[in-house]
């Protein structure tokens, strides 16, 4: 099945910019989306269809997708954006969706 | 848009345990659900998906053949009978909207409930 590598954590000052990365084979294929959970909450989606957000996502957060590499960009960031983040796309071979490890988003 | 789940408890190895998800705020029949869990200290796993019309389901290698999903549109309510638990079932199990009434049509899941914990020990 496919299998989506996501670094296990990321550490950034406030005000700098994050990126976290989500590597799968020829991942520009797939639509990636992003979910962002904080501590004894329950996933929340940020991203869909690679750069797009929901309503109430702040424009500090943004996508892409090239290659075999997805990229979620927080810009600007903030102590509240502390969190784990996930990578997901559906697997069209297995017919179901699958989650990248997670990333843990350290704002020092 | 909100999502309930219920149901959890402490359950010995080999029992069955049934978890329920009420849905409201949406027209809950028009809309696929999932299941998705997350063992402590892990990441997200996909358990099961149903599509709006209940003629349409899919399940996790891990799971199928012990787990069933369910769902009464006349309840706002999905449901999950977990049977032949094992300890690796161990985690927080999230109901998951999807945007469709069919399971993955748009690849996402844009609302997730707050999530049940069953812990399978003896």
């Known amino acids: 099945s496919y299998v989506l590598t996501q670094s296990p954590a990321v550490s950034v000052a406030p005000g700098k910019t994050a990126r976290i990365t989500c590597g799968g084979n020829?991942?520009?294929?797939?639509?990636v989306s992003w979910y962002q959970q904080k501590p004894g909450q329950a996933p929340m989606l940020v991203i869909y269809?690679?750069?797009d957000r929901p309503s109430g996502i702040p424009e500090r957060f943004s996508g892409s997708n090239s290659g075999n590499t997805a990229t979620l960009t927080i810009s600007r960031v903030e102590v509240g954006d502390e969190a784990d983040f996930y990578c997901?796309?559906?697997?069209?071979?297995?017919?179901?969706?699958?989650f990248g490890g997670g990333t843990k988003l350290t704002v020092l | 848009v909100k999502l309930v789940e219920s149901g959890g408890a402490v359950v010995q190895p080999g029992g069955s345990l049934r978890l329920s998800c009420t849905a409201s705020?949406?027209?809950?029949?028009?809309?696929?659900m999932s299941w998705v869990r997350q063992a402590p200290g892990k990441g997200l796993e996909w358990v099961s998906g149903?599509?709006?019309?209940?003629?349409?389901?899919y399940y996790a290698d891990s799971v199928k053949g012990r787990f069933t999903i369910s769902r009464d549109n006349s309840k706002n309510t999905l449901y999950l009978q977990m049977n032949s638990l094992r300890p690796d079932d161990t985690a927080v199990y999230y109901c998951?909207?999807?945007?469709?009434?069919?399971?993955?049509?748009?690849?996402?899941?844009?609302?997730w409930g707050q999530g049940t914990l069953v812990p399978v020990s003896s």
């Open positions: 998951a909207k999807d945007v469709t009434g069919i399971v993955g049509a748009m690849g996402y899941f844009e609302f």
């Open positions: 705020g949406f027209t809950f029949s028009a809309y696929a």
């Open positions: 149903l599509s709006a019309s209940d003629d349409e389901t």
């Open positions: 020829n991942i520009e294929s797939k639509s």
């Open positions: 269809y690679d750069t």
């Open positions: 997901q796309v559906w697997d069209t071979s297995s017919l179901h969706p699958v």
